[in-house]
């Protein structure tokens, strides 16, 4: 790939010699902007013949090719310079402005250049908001989470972090009320009730014993209690005998 002259694109750059602005007019401004190091200028102009053959600038009319005049003047601070080819004494060609500001000489861009450079600075931002919307996505896209049995939900890692620092609050237990205990112990006798234990441990460490081994042993043998019966009989008889007759009372008439 060459590499681009500095005279290819001009639009970038600018040009004052400070010796000449004090005395900037419009008859000197055409004698400023014909200064050797001053890029916008064209050696090769009809204006350069003029200046060497000495002649005045009425004689540009009649030559033909690239020349240089005033267009506009504002003095001291505004000058706009048009370089244009001319072809006859009535027909030109403008080729390029040049203004001038404060004494600095800069180059007035085409509609082209001027269209072009707006078209690539939108497409720079247009390109940089869509970079910013498809990053803002993907990056949306990387918390969502999803589960069959759950669903979509959001997860994001700051949450993860505020909930390491904060202390987690003990829960208190409450005690039961009166309500709840009678509840649970009806509840319970109720199904002792309909599902009675098969075995019962009497005491601990012993071995569960059945149910019915324990209501057999409870029983009483029916001749004990024959016995009994016959021992507590007799012991109310001696208590009668020991007592005697009842007394009689005189009756008052």
Known sequence: MAAVDIRDNLLGISWVDSSWIPILNSGSVLDYFSERSNPFYDRTCNNEVVKMQRLTLEHLNQMVGVEYILLHAQEPILFII???????????????DYYIIAGVIYQAPDLGSVINSRVNLFSFYKLTAVHGIQSAFDEALSYCRYHP????????????????????????????SIFQRQRV???????????????????????????????????????AVKSEEKETTKNVQQIVSTKGPPEKRMRLQ
């Open 185 to 223: 112990d009806a509840l319970l006798l109720d199904l002792r009730q309909k599902f009675p234990p098969k075995f019962v441990q009497q005491k601990s460490g012993e071995k569960p014993v059945p149910v019915d081994q324990t209501k057999k042993e409870a029983e009483p043998i029916p001749e």
């Open 149 to 176: 049995s759950k669903g979509y939900w959001w997860h994001f890692k700051d949450h993860e972090e505020q909930d390491k620092v904060k202390p987690k609050a003990k829960r208190k237990e409450e005690p039961s």
């Open 82 to 96: 048009r370089k244009q080819q001319r072809q006859s004494p009535t027909q030109v060609i403008p080729l390029a």
